[in-house]
């Protein structure tokens, strides 16, 4: 006769398993958050089964209601999940066959945890990644608000945290509307790569029943469905694409809060961030401290690790499924979480700061940024540019020497240098002057800028995903 046991595995198995075995292996403090979605896959699942005759009509309708009053007492905090059933699966198998009896213990006919979990883990991160798009969007949007509002300001661009060239502030923000951009697109492949159902494929080699697939995955709301049983319950392929574009993400973020910590301080005082975005000090009365940009900077941390983790998990793991993909969760759900704390606040922190316009085109005018105009100016009079590199360079070095910065020279002063000047070099010398040459796509100037906010409202107010 056999021994009774709790675990769904227990007929095979002459002793319990060991009370430090069930803790060690436990999932339900983490995957507790797929409970909606496994409840969701288990009342289509109940349907495909009465199709293929698995279930009578009369047993389906009551698993079914059964299922719906489990969602409802979880949602409504009346429902304690024990460890000792593993994990959320057979937290609501046993809740269910509470509830209706023996019919219950049909609902698994044909399906196993392996191909459960990594459908209900592609229906979370769908939804997940759409909450997360969305998000971007609006951090977009308040980036392009911001350079609208700002088209006029200038400041220094910088190379190796040295002066380089003026630019638009407005350019400069842009350049992050972009890199979100194409972390937005990152995400939408990551939905697509999700958006293929593994039900049906059992713990590797399919199923016996009479699964209709194809419906059930219309039902489940994936547009296609997995097409090897065994790559479709060993597949994290998904997952590595979700931490992967979260990890690029966090790091564009990272680099702007940067330059947000940056620009906040005392000797750039390019920006003031509002107080409810700032904290003070225990000791130093005086301070007001950019923690909300430092901790999005640290924050990115969490995400490059989340995803190593998975890719050291995956990395050694034979066909088809084994216990190690239980560790796939946790990495996850927590770069989920990162990137959901993140995103609002630091839309809030770029909405409420203020710029100061005058302390950035007053840096604008300093550190001889139009230098290389100088040298295009000789260039287009016949002098080579390697000669006309090491011209102005000289006049620099001049310049430096007499405390002096380039747009105050005397066309007599630089003439010193070269007879290729004329009168109308005093017109480029300026930073405003430098700023509409760079007429290009792609360019600093106002005119491009101004297109490029154009383009970034349309994609923005057309693009659906």
């Avoid at 047993?59 to 409802?72: Q, V």
């Avoid at 066959?97 to 459908?119: C, E, F, P, W, Y």
Wanted: glycine residues 6%; charged residues 30%.
């Amino acid at each position: 006769m056999k021994k009774e046991g709790k675990k769904p595995w227990a007929g095979r198995f002459r002793e319990p398993l060991a009370k430090s075995a069930e803790e060690f292996s436990s999932s339900i403090h983490f995957d507790f958050r797929l409970f909606k979605q496994d409840i969701v896959q288990n009342i289509a699942y109940a349907r495909s089964l009465f199709k293929a005759r698995v279930l009578s009509g009369l047993e389906c309708k009551k698993i079914i209601k059964a299922l719906e009053e489990i969602l409802k007492e979880f949602k409504a905090g009346k429902i304690k999940l024990k460890a000792e059933l593993e994990d959320v699966h057979m937290n609501i198998e046993t809740i269910l066959i509470d509830k209706v009896g023996d019919m219950g213990k049909k609902l698994h006919s044909g399906r196993s945890r392996n191909d459960q979990v990594a459908t209900d883990m592609r229906m979370y991160l769908k939804y997940e990644i759409s909450e997360i798009i969305g998000l971007i969007k609006k951090l977009q949007t308040t980036i392009v608000n911001l350079a609208e509002e700002n088209l006029k300001v200038i400041v220094p661009g910088y190379t190796h945290m040295q002066r380089a060239q003026p630019i638009l502030f407005a350019h400069h923000l842009m350049a992050y509307y972009e890199m979100l951009e194409r972390d937005r697109h990152r995400f939408i492949f990551t939905s697509q790569e999700a958006d293929v159902m593994p039900l049906g494929s059992g713990a590797l080699a399919g199923t016996n029943f009479d699964i209709d697939r194809a419906g059930l995955a219309k039902e489940l709301g994936f547009s296609r469905i997995s097409r090897n049983s065994m790559d479709a319950v060993s597949d994290r392929d998904f997952v590595v694409d979700f931490l992967s574009a979260a990890a690029l993400l966090m790091l564009h973020l990272s680099r702007f809060s940067e330059e947000l910590i940056i620009w906040s301080t005392y000797e750039f005082s390019y920006i003031k961030l509002s107080d409810q975005y700032t904290t003070g000090s225990s000791l130093m009365p005086q301070k007001k401290n950019p923690d909300i940009a430092e901790l999005s900077r640290g924050k990115s941390g969490r995400t490059f690790g989340n995803l190593m983790s998975i890719l050291t998990i995956m990395k050694g793991l034979p066909l088809a499924y084994n216990r190690d993909l239980q560790e796939d969760k946790e990495p996850l759900f927590d770069s989920v979480d990162t990137l959901k704390a993140v995103l609002p606040i630091f839309e809030e922190m770029l909405r409420t700061m203020k710029v100061n316009q005058e302390q950035m085109e007053k840096s604008a005018k300093k550190g001889f940024l139009t230098a290389t105009d100088l040298a295009y100016y000789l260039v287009r009079r016949g002098v080579p540019f390697r000669e006309a590199h090491e011209i102005v360079g000289k006049i620099v070095a001049y310049c430096e020497d007499s405390n002096m910065e380039l747009e105050y020279l005397s066309l007599q002063q630089l003439k010193q240098f070269s007879e290729f000047f004329s009168y109308d070099v005093v017109r480029i010398l300026s930073s405003e002057s430098s700023v509409i040459s760079k007429d290009v796509v792609g360019g600093t100037s106002p005119n491009q800028v101004k297109e490029a906010i154009k383009n970034a409202r349309k994609n923005l107010l057309h693009d659906k995903a």
